[in-house]
T-cell receptor, first 117, second 120 residues
Framework: KQEVTQIPAALSVPEGENLVLNCSFT??????LQWFRQDPGKGLTSLLL?????REQTSGRLNASLDKSSGRSTLYIAASQPGDSATYLC????????????????FGQGTILTVHP | NAGVTQTPKFRVLKTGQSMTLLCAQD?????MYWYRQDPGMGLRLIHY???????AKGEVPDGYNVSRLKKQNFLLGLESAAPSQTSVYFC???????????????????FGAGSRLTVL
């Protein structure tokens, strides 16, 4: 059974710091890994998706890396801003049966990030 | 560009009552999902659908039923609500990958804003 763990559970940093959020998963047979952002009382917004064949993806100040063999992904946020305050979740998708793209998506518990001015 | 729309946003039920949550997407996505989010439990998949007319059980399907009569709609039903079903429910949709072809946006989940359900 796939298990996804995110460390730390909560993080509070001053504005401007570079920070790293960690995600680990127990089964390396994944199809892809996705990072989401969730604002209080809102749905999830997809930030980055890394296919299993890729090593990293970048979007603006965000960079996500994937080391499938060791079961780890990191989300790097550069020059953090108060607007980055949210819960960040990672989710891994297992490989589907018969080579299909659908496999179970397993979420981590999330990291609650607070960036204070 | 509505994306994924969930209705209702809030609902309070009494134990034993029934209700239906509606999810509608306007992106022509084939895959649709229902998740529940509970404190300390993360998001758990209830049911999903890989196309119109098809549904499948997820991780926590008991007490729920679903239907996908139209491609754009995915309904989640509670036949006899229980306090354990108090939760925030999220609908999501995505494109699948076609065989070996991966195109931009494939597999990226788009979520609705959530429906907060309280069962007394």
């Amino acid at each position: 059974k796939q298990e996804v763990t995110q460390i730390p559970a909560a993080l509070s940093v001053p504005e401007g710091e570079n920070l790293v959020l960690n995600c680990s998963f127990t089964d390396s047979a994944i199809y892809n890994l996705q990072w989401f952002r969730q604002d209080p009382g809102k749905g999830l917004t997809s930030l980055l998706l890394i296919q299993s064949s890729q090593r990293e993806q970048t979007s603006g100040r965000l960079n996500a890396s994937l080391d499938k063999s060791s079961g780890r992904s990191t989300l790097y946020i550069a020059a953090s801003q108060p607007g980055d305050s949210a819960t960040y979740l990672c989710a891994v998708r297992g490989s589907g049966a018969g080579g299909t793209s659908y496999g179970k998506l397993t979420f981590g518990q999330g990291t609650i990030l607070t960036v204070h001015p | 560009n509505a994306g994924v729309t969930q209705t209702p946003k809030f609902r309070v039920l009494k134990t034993g009552q029934s209700m239906t949550l509606l999810c509608a997407q306007d992106m022509n996505h084939e895959y649709m999902y229902w998740y529940r989010q509970d404190p300390g439990m993360g998001l758990r998949l209830i049911h999903y659908s890989v196309g119109e007319g098809t549904t499948a059980k997820g991780e926590v399907p008991d007490g729920y039923n679903v239907s996908r009569l139209k491609k754009q709609n995915f309904l989640l039903g509670l036949e006899s609500a229980a306090p354990s079903q108090t939760s925030v429910y999220f609908c999501a949709s995505s494109y699948p990958t076609r065989g070996a072809v991966t195109f931009s946006g494939a597999n990226v989940l788009t979520f609705g804003a959530g429906s907060r359900l309280t069962v007394l």
